[in-house]
């Protein structure tokens, strides 16, 4: 039996596999991917000194090791460590083009990497942690002779603790050409595409070890016994030392590759630093498209298994959320004059220990009794475990009066009665709410009209209410509060206090919407509230063994309508701009029922503007991974008009800058419904959407079983790539913890051992060992 840990929906996903899925028959990601790890050399580097980190057999006898100046993101100078390659050890890229003649992850094969650990301390205090190199066979005589020449190099730096780049990134990277073996503007496109792929695969290795180093370091105790639990891979910087001597050509070259890896120009250090040097840093949302588009198109390739690895690295991340000083004061007062969107804050020690011992000893007893609600959550379709306290802004039951005595040994005391425990939850929180929280949103809202809409209690856990219906709730997936304008969580235990479990939201990202490698968990111990507005995306992810117990508070702001509760969606949702990629997408959601009749009377062109499906086809054009995946399931259902698959179409090769005319103009042609969800289901799945990556695979199974029903050899060869491609999405979205695609892989599985006679075909399949990564 194996266990893998959903993230979806709070499901623990229990894998039975056939017996040939032994764990005994396991192959390391790492191995699979082609990489070759040499053990830490005896003898370290320095200054002057000749490079032996890669052991005798180093072609490159003369790298050394210089210094010069290091260029921090807070613009100060410090030390750098650079790697020069004599040119006489470098290779001239004129045997390259043959290694093009077949496929470009058959290229990225033959680029061979050598990999070693150390722990050098340079003069300037930083530490020499790791070193790589890329290879190339540039056996030009055809002897049989491996003359495997070098190509690129990197090294990851960890700054003296003193540095002032320190404060926002403890590693940094930097790479380095190996003079000669720089890409000219003579060289051929297929010797440049080899050169990018040698870079590449520094790159890939450099984060790959950041990310393992950042696994082993997470944790750990400083010497203020306080956990380490910092960010480290947000302040990664990507640094090019190129030669004095370094053209425009052999920068841009680099600089296509590093973007293709996930890394955007540093903030205020634009794009060439002096000496022909780049600074970049890491930008989430860029490298999870980035690596999710590598994974797709090398699937079952070590390039693909590589992207894969980087992307359950990512995935498996848990970092908390670091708030702004003072979010409400800084965007304004109740003038009116600020900005409502977009607002995040605290409220520390809003329940005091007594409110909260109060209030789980009264849970206890409605458990004890098997009062929360057990009816299925329109989210994630899972019981909700929930309990209301007030409704549209009425107590659901009288407050109880706190002179009435609790005894939860008296049966007969109406106090214990669901009614009774009711009563007395909104007893205790009430003043807290009302006194404390109320005024405080209503600031950050720059509004006196914001009234307290609902309250309930939520709870997470395994078993909860055993003696009833026991039922398992690990979290909830990723939304908005469409129904509040803001909302109010409120910690009643201590699990979510370091920030590595309980309530998250995402980073805000051009390139992604809401992959797992963007949450960030809120800090709250018990009494601790978090203030957030409706376009927040959230969610909340606890462990298995972890029991979480919340109180959450709907506020509503209807302004000049606040007594009018039969609008057709709520005030704050309406007229989203242009460029508000979430407004248009959560109005579309809130009225894809019904549309305002009120805009019937504005005439065509208003109501056009705000029709459901012309606010999902905007928001999607601006990259939103939830309206691409919106558009993609209606475009599947055959729910979409004609004409607005005309503009699906239109939107998305707009998205993707193809289909253009001489005069800019987008082209259309005949479109097909189901291919065109294709389209945008990958597109969102790049983007990190689980559902759309899920949607997607699934869509692909069906296509590989109706080939394998045929007899056609081409269309079993067709049906195993589909099947690859099918493994590959599945094995994405597993590694968010979407259960769906948990439950989806060993069905997979048991398809393919289908196509196989020998067990050891079935256990070196592309399939099997792309599963196996998120599966073991």
């Not at 595409?193 to 040698?198: L, Q």
């Not at 329109?378 to 005894?407: C, K, Q, R, T, W």
Request: net charge negative; charged share 20%.
């Amino acid at each position: 039996m194996m266990r893998a840990r959903s993230r979806h929906g709070g499901c623990v996903a229990t894998v039975s596999l056939l017996s040939y899925l032994a764990s005994s028959t396991s192959v390391s990601c790492w191995l699979a991917s082609g990489f070759v790890v040499l053990p830490p050399s005896p003898s370290l580097p320095s200054a002057d000194d000749t490079c032996t980190a890669f052991g005798p057999s180093c072609p490159s006898a003369h790298c050394a090791l210089r210094r010069g100046s290091r260029h921090s993101r807070s613009g100060d100078a410090g030390c750098l460590l650079q790697l020069s390659g004599m040119a006489s050890s470098a290779p001239s890229l004129a045997t390259a083009s043959a290694l093009t003649s077949s496929s470009a992850c058959s290229s990225h094969d033959a680029i061979q990497l050598e990999e070693t650990e150390t722990e050098a301390i340079l003069d300037d205090g930083s530490t020499l942690v790791y070193l790589v190199r890329s290879r190339i066979d540039q056996n030009e005589n055809g002897d049989g002779m491996d003359r495997l020449a070098p190509i690129c190099q990197g090294v990851l730096i960890q700054p003296p603790s003193s540095d002032a780049m320190s404060q926002e990134s403890n590693m940094e990277a930097w790479i380095s050409p190996l003079s000669a073996a720089s890409a000219t503007s003579d060289s051929t496109k297929e010797q440049i595409n080899v050169f990018k792929m040698a870079t590449a695969k520094v790159i890939d290795s450099l984060l790959l070890q950041r990310l393992l180093l950042e696994r082993s370091e997470d944790g750990t105790e400083n010497a203020d016994d306080t956990s380490i639990n910092t960010d480290a891979m947000a302040g990664l910087i990507l640094g090019v030392d190129g030669d004095n001597d370094a053209n425009d050509h052999v920068l841009s070259q680099y600089r296509e590759t590093i973007l293709s890896r996930g890394f955007v120009p540093a903030a205020g250090n634009g794009a060439e630093i002096d000496e022909g040097r780049i600074v970049f840093r890491l930008d989430y949302g860029r490298l999870v498209q980035s690596y999710s588009e590598l994974a797709i198109e090398n699937r079952g390739t070590s390039l693909g298994m590589e992207a894969l690895e980087i992307l359950g690295l990512m995935s498996a991340r848990r970092k908390p959320y670091h708030f702004a000083p003072d979010p409400i004061a800084a965007s304004g007062d109740a003038s009116g004059s600020l900005s409502t969107r977009n607002i995040v804050a605290p409220q520390r020690g809003l329940f005091p220990k007594e409110t909260i011992d109060q209030v789980k000893d009264t849970m206890a007893t409605i458990e004890t009794n098997g009062w929360l609600a057990t009816n299925l959550d329109s989210v994630d379709n899972l019981p909700s475990l929930h309990l209301n306290l007030v409704s549209g802004g009425e107590p659901i039951f009288p407050m109880m009066d706190e002179n009435v005595a609790y005894d939860a040994d008296n049966e007969d005391d109406r106090a214990i009665t669901f009614e009774g425990s009711i009563g007395r939850l909104w007893r205790l929180v009430k003043p807290h709410l009302e006194d404390k929280l109320l005024p405080r949103v209503c600031s950050a809202m720059g509004s006196s009209m914001v009234q307290i809409s609902d309250v309930f209690i939520r709870r997470y856990g395994e078993d909860v209410q055993p003696d009833h219906a026991a039922a398992t709730r690990y979290g909830i997936s990723a939304h908005f509060d469409v129904t509040a304008s803001t909302t109010s969580v409120v910690a009643l235990d201590d699990v979510a206090a370091e920030g590595k479990s309980g309530l998250y939201t995402t980073e805000i990202s051009d390139f992604c919407t809401n992959h797992a490698a963007l949450r960030r968990y809120f800090p709250l111990s018990a009494g601790d509230a978090v203030i957030h507005t409706w376009d927040v995306l959230h969610g909340v992810e606890i462990d298995p063994g972890q029991q979480r117990t919340s109180l959450i508070v709907w506020f509503e702001d209807r302004g000049k309508d606040a007594d009018d509760h039969n609008l057709a969606y709520p005030p704050w949702l309406t007229n989203p701009s242009v460029d508000d990629d979430v407004g248009q997408f959560v109005l579309a959601t809130a009225t894809s029922g019904s549309v305002d009749q009120s805009l019937l009377s504005r005439g065509d062109d208003a109501f056009d503007e705000f029709h459901p499906l012309n606010l999902y086809i905007r928001s999607a054009a601006l990259g939103n991974a939830f309206a691409l995946t919106s558009l993609g399931s209606l475009c599947n259902e055959g729910s979409l008009p004609s004409e607005f698959i005309a503009k699906s179409k239109q939107m998305l090769q707009g998205l993707r800058g193809l289909g253009k005319d001489d005069e800019g103009k987008v082209v259309t042609k005949g479109v097909d419904a189901k291919e065109l969800a294709i389209e945008l289901w990958h597109e969102a799945a790049i983007r990190g959407n689980p559902l759309a990556q899920t949607s997607l695979a699934d869509e692909y199974m069906g296509q590989s079983m109706e080939l394998m029903s045929t007899t056609s050899g081409n269309n079993h060869e067709r049906a195993n790539e589909l099947r690859l491609k099918a493994t590959t999405l599945f094995a994405i979205a597993g590694q968010q913890g979407y259960n769906d695609a948990l439950q989806a892989l060993p069905r997979v599985l048991n398809v393919e051992s289908s196509t196989h006679e020998i067990a050891e075909d079935f256990y070196n399949s592309p399939v099997f060992q792309t599963a196996q990564a998120v599966l073991v």
